[in-house]
């Protein structure tokens, strides 16, 4: 595959994360606790990804990378954990803009682990980025609703866990094939939510029917496909890149909110999607020529 085809795949992961926040929004209005609602999306999702495992290519793994690659999945599952109680105390718009900060913490993982210093086009393109974001969640127009500390804390703990899961996808199990390896992300992921908000509802048999069909779409789309997806393409993109990729969600919660819960959206918003869009394009345009560096810089360290 080429370059931008990984960049396209990390992209359409990113889209799946966006259409997340407004079915959390109809289960929560149809009554579903954050606990049912994270407990039925995780525990589906790891089912129907370890269905498809059974039947893809697999590896035979030691202990010890499966663990590593259980842990690895654990911010997969922190991530559900702490943006879902954000938004419990924080306006929707404000909520999206703290998870959204992954943009820069991702570059700057980067620069700490890889010890790879953003490029001036980069910092260009997060700066785009970033100033769309706050158009697009309307906080200049609307405010955003007010800000809590509780809120803040756990919106901002939900950029770290996703950018180290982004980061880790990029850089563990690489030889493992990726329905083994984001089977495996997803259940570890589905351990952290158990231990977390332990929710003990679901055992009752109305309570799981009643939120399966949204955390069967939950875990479709927030647990099944986003590892799949980051696990085929951020290899090939790397952290920096893939969190300019995946700031794709944004655009998505945007326009899904627009057409599923008819929640209105200004011009200003719409600039800010478009600016969005655009800082993820500027990210990008330079992206085959990154990796041949990068992998002409493999070859050198291996010869």
């Given amino acids: ?8 795949i990390v992209f359409l992961g990113g889209c799946c994360y966006g259409a997340l926040s407004t079915f959390v929004k109809l289960a929560y209005s149809a009554g579903f606790t954050t606990a049912e609602v ?17 039947f893809s290519k697999k590896k ?61 086009g980069k910092i260009i393109s997060i700066g785009i980025l970033v100033i769309g974001s ?20 756990w ?8 950018t180290t899961f982004i980061f880790l996808s990029s850089t563990v199990g690489k030889d493992t094939p990726a329905v083994q390896k984001s089977a495996l992300f997803a ?8 231990v977390l908000v332990q929710p ?3 055992l009752h048999l109305p309570v799981f029917m009643g939120v399966a069909p949204y955390g069967l779409y939950l875990g479709i789309l927030g647990v099944s496909l986003p590892p799949l997806l980051l696990s085929i393409g951020m290899p090939h993109i790397g952290p920096g890149l893939g969190t300019i990729l995946t700031a794709s969600e944004l655009p998505v ?51």
Avoid at 94 to 102: P, R, S
Avoid at 134 to 153: K, N, P, R, S
Wanted: proline letters at 2%; hydrophobic letters at 50%; aromatic letters at 10%.
């Fill in 1 to 8: 595959m080429k370059t931008w085809q990984y960049a396209l």
């Fill in 38 to 54: 994270t407990g039925s999306q995780y525990l589906l999702g790891t089912i129907l990804i370890w269905m498809v495992a059974l």
């Fill in 60 to 120: 035979k793994l030691t202990l010890p990378k499966i663990g590593k690659l259980l842990i690895s999945g654990i911010p997969l599952g922190l991530t559900g954990v702490f943006y879902y109680q954000s938004l419990q105390t924080l306006h929707a718009s404000l909520a999206i803009i703290f998870l959204f900060q992954f943009v820069w913490i991702g570059s700057l993982f980067e620069w700490v682990f890889y010890k790879k210093a953003p490029t001036f």
């Fill in 134 to 153: 706050i158009l697009a969640a309307g906080i200049i127009t609307e405010g955003g609703g007010d800000i809590t500390w509780q809120g803040t804390v």
């Fill in 155 to 162: 919106g901002l703990l939900s950029a770290l866990t996703y």
């Fill in 187 to 194: 259940t570890g992921g589905l351990i952290a939510v158990l």
């Fill in 200 to 202: 003990t509802e679901l």
């Fill in 253 to 303: 919660a945007i326009i899904l909110s627009s057409l599923v819960l008819a929640e209105h959206v200004s011009t200003s918003q719409w600039i800010g999607v478009v600016l969005i869009l655009g800082g993820i394009v500027a990210g990008n345009v330079k992206l085959p020529k990154a990796k041949m560096k990068s992998v002409s810089l493999e070859r050198e360290s291996v010869s």
